[in-house]
């Protein structure tokens, strides 16, 4: 048999061709995935391109005074991002504030307290929370959550917290404090699914040691358990910001849509991804579609910049613990 | 198990691919159906009610052509037709000649209707008409007059008890021909306005709440209680909202209505320019109703596709003729006779 | 103390039968058949369907899906099997990033690289945005699906004198196969809920048009569109939609979810 390196060239037998294709099999076959993958890094590269490239006219004229800007006025063409991104962040940290605990006290529940198939089950029906889509969540708070904000909660809380600066003037039941609470109910999934699996990996004998200590279960629970996942849940904190972040539907229903900042909760607000969603078909000039497209630049990098911290503290706790598959 | 996944997903593939319009399937039928011709149209939401009757109509008349209308805000029907995503645009702000430079096409106005921005509001418990002066609506748009009983409010309404309310004011979000009425009376009104916020399809509202197009606004101003905004009268009829009276340049407090409108078009009309841009807003006239406005259809001089330019030509004709018989009934006020025989003549324009 | 924890997680899952029964108790009183065979009625007026949104969805996913399923599949048979180098991390590190895109974001793109180019807003535009959206939880399941086939099956196969790709084609896929396929499902439900991608690209027809190069109504679109418009009729028309966008989605994810359940008792045994 010839041993020559498989060529194109006809073989001498029909062994050897087999052979052959057998050897060109793997080759194609990792080609190929390597190209489909491949093709990933491609459409990513592309989009910061995109955004990098019809962004330059705002990034050439503002620079970076574009973040620190509060005027947004078209007419004029002066563009700031300072109230869309006061408006993101405020919203995301309403969200956080009511969603954290929230969405702990339940993981604590259903990790340490609950039977396994109780567990299980409501685990189960809280994930399914997370695929309702935000068009609908948006729908539901402007016919049930606006008028109850408006109505009941915004007044109650005036007359409780007024002397704070967060719960004065005047409430529409659309803004800050709607949008924020749209956004807590939204990631209460993420919190509560990730952090019920990263309490259930803490090792059984930490619990234990505790119980044997002569601890009760509650202070097995928040004195042990939960500092030792701790990690895991502020990564699972972090990803749910970044959702929380790029929120956009469901928060434009209800935020108010006015690019000021206010310390008041209870005043309309805007961010960065209604603004867009708003204002992106009708930019009618160039610099105006330009800051649209860095206002969509600074979000992006932001949720990575969240992202990352998400995906290192998680990878921290997993690691730690005896893991789970 | 697998088979049958992927016929299902082969004959899911192909009945899609083929899909056509549900209530047309009677065409499918025939030997040789007449083409499907679609064309996509996109801008202001002030005559969206008209034009989605129109283009409906239309469409039961000449089955073959179905006309895609969708009300994104005249900002957005300019910024469509000056990328050339849509064969035609519609703005209630006549484009600027800095908008004109940029098309590569030039796009032509050709006026559909007269209609009118009202005062709409929601105060729980007023049932009355209100009136509003001129200033009083530059002021609680700029965010002077902030309560409902205000000294200002209440001269021009004696015999209402206005509430002692915050006001809360609604806008528009999205680039908007609404919007660039509004304001362009607001400027001619008032010098504050006119330096402190100017005119555009979008601009730096000082005070409000935002609400994506006419509908999006009137949806708020119902929901909201002590709320005012501007929407295009047939909004807040079909609504059932709450309109005001504006005081006209004559002195006069008028509603916004078919005569009011078209009154304010009569003096416009005799000296129409040659393309059709003109404002109409305080306009004089001892009736005219002072926020008023023409709309137009911003239709490229030139296009490509024979087939669709005669499409629209003639729905421009028709438009023209049997279209205008329709106005009336959703309370747009038909084109003055000397506006539609220009126009008949500018449809050569189109080629 | 506890209660009180026990009480967060009674919070939670009212929350999703508020959702649940809000959505059957107001759309389904406007569900009939008239919802799903007919187009809009002009504005104003009473009545009408949401046929096209139905179909326009429709086209929008599957379109999603052939451009999503492939690479997201390909690509992660690529990270579990022939993974192990530089570039596989790079792979991974960039699948990660894509995932993190807003999807208002990923709007904008699809805008500029294919709105614009052809002069149109098309079905293919949204088609486009959404599949590049499934790319990487597709990539991610697999990858978390093939890894998870013994190793005793891979070496099995190669004992018996398989290549590595007829190994990999005939005896781990097909192994890790029904929890791809779920993998799938579930990204396909998330994406089909996606409004802000579609607002500039798929943007919205009127109509139903045949083909991929014309706008297209999607029911998430329109649920949006009616829910903040001031017609009752509308708003009426938007909880029905709303029902059968939730329902379906929430069927394919219970479903998923047995899937699996069946798909683990047979890997075990």
């Given at each position: 048999?010839?041993?020559?390196?498989?060529?194109i060239d006809?073989?001498a037998?029909?062994?050897?061709k087999f052979?052959?294709?057998?050897?060109?099999?793997?080759?194609?076959?990792h080609?190929?995935?390597?190209i489909?993958?491949?093709?990933?890094?491609l459409?990513?590269?592309?989009?910061?391109?995109?955004?990098?490239?019809?962004s330059?006219l705002?990034?050439?004229?503002?620079?970076?005074?574009?973040?620190?800007?509060?005027?947004w006025d078209?007419?004029?063409?002066?563009?700031?991002?300072?109230?869309?991104?006061?408006?993101?962040?405020?919203t995301?940290?309403?969200?956080?504030?009511?969603?954290?605990?929230l969405?702990?006290g339940?993981?604590?529940?259903?990790?340490?307290?609950?039977p396994?198939?109780?567990?299980?089950g409501?685990?189960?029906l809280?994930?399914?929370?997370?695929?309702?889509?935000?068009?609908?969540?948006?729908?539901?708070?402007?016919?049930?959550?606006?008028?109850?904000?408006?109505?009941?909660?915004?007044?109650?809380?005036?007359?409780?917290?007024g002397?704070?600066?967060?719960?004065?003037?005047?409430?529409?039941?659309?803004?800050?404090?709607?949008a924020g609470?749209?956004?807590?109910?939204?990631?209460?999934p993420?919190?509560?699914?990730?952090?019920?699996?990263?309490?259930?990996?803490?090792?059984?004998?930490?619990r234990?040691?505790?119980l044997?200590?002569?601890?009760?279960?509650?202070?097995?629970?928040s004195?042990?358990?939960?500092?030792?996942?701790?990690?895991?849940?502020?990564?699972?904190?972090?990803?749910?910001?970044?959702r929380?972040?790029?929120?956009?539907?469901?928060?434009?229903?209800?935020?108010?849509?006015?690019?000021?900042?206010?310390?008041?909760?209870?005043?309309?607000?805007y961010?960065?991804?209604?603004?867009?969603?708003?204002e992106?078909?009708?930019?009618t000039?160039?610099?105006?579609?330009?800051?649209?497209?860095?206002?969509?630049?600074?979000?992006?990098?932001?949720?990575?910049?969240?992202?990352?911290?998400a995906?290192?503290?998680?990878l921290?706790?997993?690691?730690?613990?005896?893991?789970?598959? | 198990?697998?088979?049958?996944?992927?016929i299902?997903?082969?004959?899911?593939?192909?009945a899609?691919?083929?899909?056509?319009?549900?209530?047309?399937?009677?065409?499918?039928?025939k030997?040789?159906?007449?083409?499907?011709i679609?064309?996509?149209?996109?801008?202001?939401?002030?005559p969206?009610?008209?034009?989605?009757k129109w283009?409906?109509?239309?469409?039961?008349?000449?089955?073959?052509?179905?006309?895609?209308?969708?009300?994104?805000?005249?900002?957005?029907?300019?910024?469509?037709?000056?990328?050339?995503?849509?064969?035609?645009g519609?703005?209630?702000?006549?484009?600027?000649d800095?908008?004109?430079?940029?098309?590569?096409?030039?796009?032509?106005h050709?006026?559909?209707?007269?209609?009118a921005d009202v005062?709409?509001y929601?105060?729980?418990g007023?049932?009355?008409?209100?009136?509003?002066?001129?200033?009083?609506?530059?002021?609680?748009?700029?965010?002077?007059?902030?309560?409902?009983?205000?000294?200002?409010?209440?001269?021009?309404?004696?015999?209402v008890?206005?509430?002692?309310?915050?006001?809360?004011?609604?806008?528009?979000?999205?680039?908007?021909?609404?919007?660039?009425?509004?304001?362009?009376y607001?400027?001619?009104?008032?010098?504050?306005?006119?330096?402190?916020?100017?005119?555009?399809?979008?601009?730096?509202w000082?005070?409000?709440?935002?609400?994506?197009?006419?509908?999006?606004?009137?949806?708020?101003?119902?929901?909201?209680?002590?709320?005012?905004?501007y929407?295009?009268?047939?909004?807040?009829?079909?609504n059932?909202?709450?309109y005001?009276?504006?005081?006209?340049?004559?002195?006069?407090?008028?509603?916004?209505?078919?005569?009011?409108?078209?009154?304010?078009?009569?003096?416009?009309?005799?000296?129409?320019p040659?393309?059709?841009?003109?404002?109409?807003?305080?306009?004089t006239?001892?009736?005219?109703?002072?926020?008023?406005?023409?709309?137009?259809?911003?239709?490229?001089?030139?296009?490509?596709?024979?087939?669709?330019?005669?499409?629209?030509?003639?729905f421009?004709?028709?438009m023209?003729?049997?279209?205008?018989?329709?106005?009336?009934?959703?309370?747009?006020?038909?084109?003055p006779?000397?506006?539609?025989?220009?126009?008949?003549?500018?449809?050569?324009?189109?080629? | 103390?506890?209660?009180?924890t026990?009480?967060?997680?009674?919070?939670?899952?009212?929350?999703?039968?508020?959702i649940?029964?809000?959505?059957?108790?107001?759309?389904?009183?406007?569900?009939?058949?008239q919802?799903?065979?007919?187009?809009?009625?002009?504005?104003?007026?009473t009545?009408?369907?949401?046929?096209?949104?139905i179909?326009?969805?429709?086209?929008?996913l599957?379109?999603?899906?052939?451009?999503?399923?492939?690479?997201?599949?390909?690509?992660?048979?690529?990270?579990?099997?022939?993974?192990?180098?530089t570039?596989?991390?790079?792979?991974?590190?960039?699948?990660?990033l894509?995932n993190?895109?807003?999807?208002?974001?990923?709007?904008?793109?699809?805008?500029?690289?294919?709105?614009?180019?052809?002069?149109?807003?098309?079905?293919?535009?949204?088609?486009?945005?959404l599949?590049?959206?499934?790319?990487?939880?597709?990539?991610?399941?697999?990858?978390?699906f093939?890894?998870?086939?013994?190793?005793?099956?891979r070496?099995?196969?190669?004992?018996?004198?398989?290549?590595?790709?007829?190994?990999?084609?005939?005896?781990?896929?097909?192994?890790?196969?029904?929890g791809?396929?779920?993998?799938?499902?579930?990204?396909?439900?998330?994406?089909?809920?996606?409004t802000?991608?579609?607002?500039?690209?798929?943007?919205?027809?009127?109509?139903?048009?045949?083909?991929?190069?014309q706008?297209?109504?999607?029911?998430p679109?329109?649920?949006f569109?009616?829910?903040?418009?001031?017609y009752?009729?509308?708003h009426?028309?938007?909880?029905?939609?709303?029902?059968?966008?939730?329902s379906?989605?929430?069927?394919t994810?219970?479903?998923?979810?047995?899937?699996?359940?069946?798909?683990?008792?047979?890997?075990?045994?």
């Amino acid at each position: 048999m010839t041993t020559a390196s498989p060529t194109i060239d006809r073989p001498a037998s029909p062994q050897h061709k087999f052979v052959q294709r057998l050897l060109r099999g793997d080759q194609i076959a990792h080609l190929i995935t390597l190209i489909f993958a491949s093709a990933i890094i491609l459409v990513t590269a592309l989009l910061f391109f995109e955004l990098f490239r019809s962004s330059a006219l705002t990034r050439q004229k503002f620079g970076f005074s574009f973040l620190m800007t509060t005027t947004w006025d078209p007419v004029a063409l002066e563009f700031g991002a300072l109230p869309f991104i006061y408006g993101t962040l405020v919203t995301s940290a309403l969200a956080l504030i009511i969603g954290v605990p929230l969405g702990l006290g339940a993981a604590v529940f259903l990790a340490e307290l609950a039977p396994p198939r109780v567990s299980d089950g409501l685990a189960f029906l809280i994930e399914l929370l997370a695929a309702v889509p935000s068009v609908i969540y948006g729908l539901l708070a402007i016919f049930t959550l606006i008028p109850l904000l408006r109505d009941y909660i915004a007044p109650v809380l005036r007359s409780t917290l007024g002397f704070l600066p967060f719960f004065r003037g005047p409430s529409y039941g659309v803004g800050l404090l709607a949008a924020g609470t749209v956004l807590a109910i939204m990631i209460l999934p993420f919190i509560i699914s990730i952090s019920r699996e990263v309490l259930l990996a803490v090792p059984r004998e930490q619990r234990e040691a505790s119980l044997a200590l002569g601890a009760t279960r509650w202070e097995t629970a928040s004195h042990v358990v939960v500092p030792y996942a701790k990690a895991g849940i502020i990564g699972s904190i972090f990803l749910a910001l970044a959702r929380a972040l790029g929120e956009t539907m469901a928060v434009t229903m209800v935020i108010g849509n006015d690019p000021k900042i206010n310390a008041s909760l209870f005043a309309p607000g805007y961010s960065i991804a209604a603004v867009i969603a708003n204002e992106f078909s009708e930019a009618t000039s160039d610099i105006y579609i330009s800051a649209l497209i860095e206002l969509g630049l600074v979000l992006f990098c932001i949720t990575i910049a969240v992202n990352a911290i998400a995906r290192l503290l998680i990878l921290a706790t997993t690691r730690k613990s005896t893991a789970h598959s | 198990m697998k088979r049958v996944v992927s016929i299902v997903a082969f004959a899911l593939g192909l009945a899609f691919t083929s899909c056509g319009s549900p209530t047309a399937s009677s065409d499918s039928t025939k030997a040789a159906p007449a083409r499907q011709i679609l064309i996509n149209g996109a801008g202001a939401t002030f005559p969206y009610p008209m034009y989605s009757k129109w283009f409906d109509e239309y469409h039961r008349k000449f089955p073959n052509i179905q006309i895609n209308y969708q009300s994104i805000g005249s900002g957005g029907g300019i910024r469509q037709i000056l990328e050339g995503t849509v064969d035609f645009g519609a703005s209630d702000g006549p484009m600027t000649d800095e908008q004109l430079k940029q098309a590569k096409t030039k796009i032509l106005h050709f006026p559909t209707v007269l209609g009118a921005d009202v005062a709409a509001y929601n105060i729980p418990g007023i049932t009355e008409e209100l009136n509003f002066t001129s200033d009083a609506l530059a002021a609680i748009f700029l965010g002077k007059i902030k309560k409902w009983n205000d000294p200002e409010l209440k001269k021009a309404n004696p015999s209402v008890s206005l509430p002692d309310k915050d006001i809360v004011v609604v806008h528009r979000s999205d680039g908007s021909g609404t919007t660039y009425v509004w304001v362009d009376y607001l400027s001619k009104i008032s010098p504050e306005w006119k330096s402190k916020v100017g005119m555009s399809t979008s601009v730096n509202w000082p005070v409000g709440l935002g609400g994506k197009g006419n509908e999006g606004v009137a949806g708020l101003i119902k929901q909201t209680p002590d709320s005012i905004g501007y929407v295009e009268l047939i909004y807040a009829i079909q609504n059932k909202m709450s309109y005001g009276k504006v005081r006209n340049s004559a002195g006069k407090f008028v509603k916004a209505d078919l005569m009011s409108v078209t009154a304010a078009a009569a003096g416009a009309s005799k000296q129409m320019p040659e393309d059709f841009r003109v404002s109409i807003t305080d306009s004089t006239g001892p009736d005219a109703y002072p926020i008023s406005s023409f709309t137009w259809l911003l239709i490229p001089s030139k296009i490509e596709d024979p087939m669709k330019k005669k499409a629209l030509t003639d729905f421009l004709e028709w438009m023209l003729t049997d279209g205008q018989s329709m106005v009336e009934a959703l309370s747009y006020a038909k084109l003055p006779a000397e506006v539609v025989v220009m126009e008949q003549k500018a449809i050569a324009q189109v080629q | 103390m506890f209660a009180m924890t026990g009480l967060c997680a009674a919070v939670a899952v009212s929350v999703l039968f508020f959702i649940l029964g809000y959505l059957l108790w107001q759309g389904g009183r406007t569900l009939n058949w008239q919802f799903f065979t007919q187009l809009p009625a002009p504005v104003g007026e009473t009545g009408g369907g949401f046929a096209n949104a139905i179909i326009g969805s429709a086209k929008l996913l599957l379109l999603a899906s052939l451009i999503g399923v492939p690479i997201g599949f390909l690509g992660g048979v690529y990270l579990a099997e022939f993974g192990g180098t530089t570039w596989a991390f790079i792979v991974r590190y960039t699948t990660d990033l894509l995932n993190g895109v807003p999807s208002i974001v990923m709007g904008i793109f699809a805008y500029a690289l294919i709105v614009l180019p052809m002069k149109h807003f098309s079905t293919f535009a949204g088609g486009v945005a959404l599949g590049v959206m499934m790319i990487p939880i597709a990539v991610r399941s697999t990858e978390e699906f093939l890894r998870a086939v013994p190793n005793s099956l891979r070496e099995g196969a190669l004992a018996l004198g398989a290549t590595k790709w007829r190994a990999i084609a005939t005896v781990v896929i097909p192994a890790a196969m029904r929890g791809i396929i779920t993998g799938i499902m579930l990204d396909v439900a998330r994406v089909a809920g996606e409004t802000a991608p579609l607002l500039f690209t798929a943007f919205n027809n009127r109509f139903s048009s045949p083909g991929w190069n014309q706008p297209t109504s999607s029911l998430p679109v329109m649920i949006f569109t009616y829910a903040i418009a001031p017609y009752e009729d509308w708003h009426r028309q938007a909880w029905a939609a709303g029902l059968v966008l939730l329902s379906l989605v929430l069927v394919t994810n219970i479903a998923a979810r047995f899937i699996l359940r069946r798909q683990s008792l047979v890997l075990r045994g």
